[in-house]
T-cell receptor, first 114, second 113 residues
Framework: KAGVTQTPRYLIKTRGQQVTLSCSPISGHRSVSWYQQTPGQGLQFLFE???????NKGNFPGRFSGRQFSNSRSEMNVSTLELGDSALYLC?????????????FGSGTRLTVV | DAKTTQPPSMDCAEGRAANLPCNHSTISGNEYVYWYRQIHSQGPQYIIH???NNETNEMASLIITEDRKSSTLILPHATLRDTAVYYCIVVPYSGAGSYQLTFGKGTKLSVIP
């Protein structure tokens, strides 16, 4: 079955712009989480969505936001981009209903802010 | 802060077992131990998880000590494709199926021909 799909794979933006990243989870998965990975901070949790509702949120400024659609696809948005937002953004999906099943990650979107 | 301690790097000869240790001395009774790995330029890959019993799947085995303060991930026959950063993560149980992963720096495993 198809894995977690993230688009685009690469993106270059200018400081001050905004960006929207997309994530399509595995079919049947209702939970989508987002992570940021940088060389300095490693992998950090951004937020998690389940059934179109944000269920969990990490410690990131309000410039980082997300949403989930009825088909479980999710988008994350970063407004007023800063150089420090350059990172690999990873999306992960899971069934999200009870139990402790593992997350399946996508290959990520590499964002470069210039 | 990550609640686990792992060696920064390890080497393993191809075909031999790779034993990756993890210390989680402050683990609570309702916290699971998860292992993920990340091959260069890819997203992390789920390997295995456990609570207190040893676990085995097609990828690896997880050995958790009786006091649950440490665990070992075993890759029985390491191949070059197992070269990756391995993360040991402690996760509190969530009946709703919602939890966040707090990644530390992991162990860089290099499988040597």
């Amino acid at each position: 079955k198809a894995g977690v799909t993230q688009t685009p794979r690469y993106l270059i933006k200018t400081r001050g712009q905004q960006v929207t990243l997309s994530c399509s989870p595995i079919s049947g998965h209702r939970s989508v989480s987002w992570y940021q990975q940088t060389p300095g901070q490693g992998l950090q949790f951004l937020f998690e969505y389940f059934s179109e509702t944000q269920r969990n949120k990490g410690n990131f400024p309000g410039r980082f936001s997300g949403r989930q659609f009825s088909n479980s696809r999710s988008e994350m948005n970063v407004s007023t981009l800063e150089l420090g937002d350059s990172a690999l953004y990873l999306c992960a999906s899971s069934l999200g209903t009870g139990g402790m099943t593992g997350y399946t990650f996508g290959s990520g979107t590499r964002l470069t802010v210039v | 802060d990550a609640k686990t301690t792992q060696p920064p790097s390890m080497d393993c000869a191809e075909g031999r077992a790779a034993n990756l240790p993890c210390n989680h001395s402050t683990i609570s009774g309702n916290e699971y131990v998860y292992w993920y790995r990340q091959i260069h330029s890819q997203g992390p890959q789920y390997i295995i998880h456990g609570l207190k019993n040893n676990e085995t799947n097609e990828m690896a085995s997880l050995i958790i000590t009786e006091d649950r303060k440490s665990s070992t991930l075993i890759l029985p026959h390491a191949t070059l494709r197992d070269t990756a950063v391995y993360y040991c993560i402690v996760v509190p149980y969530s009946g709703a199926g919602s939890y966040q992963l707090t990644f530390g720096k992991g162990t860089k495993l290099s499988v040597i021909p």
